[in-house]
């Protein structure tokens, strides 16, 4: 089963600021937060992940809260090309062990 | 950089061939690929882990006899369905890894879709 929970759907405004929600409060101290999304019909498509310090890309911010149990993804300015199903994972320091676990994610639909 | 594709992008075979799949890593080396296996309104489900020069590692219920995949290089694995049937009809994606990286992001590829008629 998947370690993060994340609300089934959210609308966002076009130019507006998406922030997704995950909650992943078993983490352990050696797991990393990674978000992926997946466009419909395409492979998942890498976005940003951290450790416990916020992160910010091209991309989109990562905001994790102090004890991690929690974290937020930005997208500053929401495009309709944004519309897709975003995933939360945690993932383990070094794990090549294929050990991405994808839940149900977030569709995050982007309106004019 | 980064970039992984597969080929083909789709097919569509009758029952009882065998379909072949390519992963390949176009802009890195790739110790690790995995194999993911997503139905319809379903989320991604690993199959299996593919390590250059060394077998699979398949997960459970996953059978390593019907889904043989051969990693002979550092920038390509291969996915073989052997005797497909209808319900191996499915969106297969591959990912992955590049060699020496310390934390080891997955990067997909765009995913093939098989029909099995």
């Known amino acids: 089963d998947a370690k993060t929970t994340q609300p089934p759907s959210m609308d966002c405004a076009e130019g507006r600021a998406a922030n997704l929600p995950c909650n992943h409060s078993?983490?352990?101290?050696?797991?990393?937060v990674y978000w992926y999304r997946q466009i419909h019909s395409q492979g998942p498509q890498y976005i940003i992940h951290?450790?416990?310090n916020n992160e910010t890309n091209e991309m989109a911010s990562l905001i994790i809260t102090e004890d991690r149990k929690s974290s937020t993804l930005i997208l500053p300015h929401a495009t309709l090309r944004d519309t897709a199903v975003y995933y939360c994972?945690?993932?383990?320091?070094?794990?090549?062990?294929?050990?991405?676990?994808f839940g149900k994610g977030t569709k995050l639909s982007v309106k004019p | 950089g980064a970039v992984v594709s597969q080929h083909p992008s789709w097919v569509i075979c009758k029952s009882g061939t065998s379909v072949k799949i390519e992963c390949r890593s176009l802009?890195?080396?790739?110790?690790?690929m995995f194999w993911y296996r997503q139905f319809p309104k379903q989320s991604l489900m690993l199959m299996a882990t593919?390590?250059?020069?060394?077998?699979?590692?398949?997960e459970q219920g996953v059978e390593k006899d019907k889904f043989l995949i051969n990693h002979a290089s550092l920038t390509l694995s291969t996915l073989t369905v052997t005797s497909a049937h209808p319900e191996d009809s499915s969106f297969y994606i591959c990912?992955?890894?590049?060699?020496?990286?310390?934390?080891?992001?997955?990067?997909f590829g765009p995913g093939t879709r098989l029909l099995v008629l």
């Open positions: 994972i945690v993932q383990n320091y070094g794990g090549s062990q294929g050990n991405l676990i």
């Open positions: 951290g450790l416990k």
């Open positions: 802009d890195f080396q790739a110790t690790t």
């Open positions: 990912s992955a890894t590049r060699t020496g990286q310390v934390q080891e992001t997955q990067y």
């Open positions: 078993t983490i352990s101290g050696n797991e990393y």
């Open positions: 593919s390590n250059e020069g060394s077998k699979a590692t398949y």
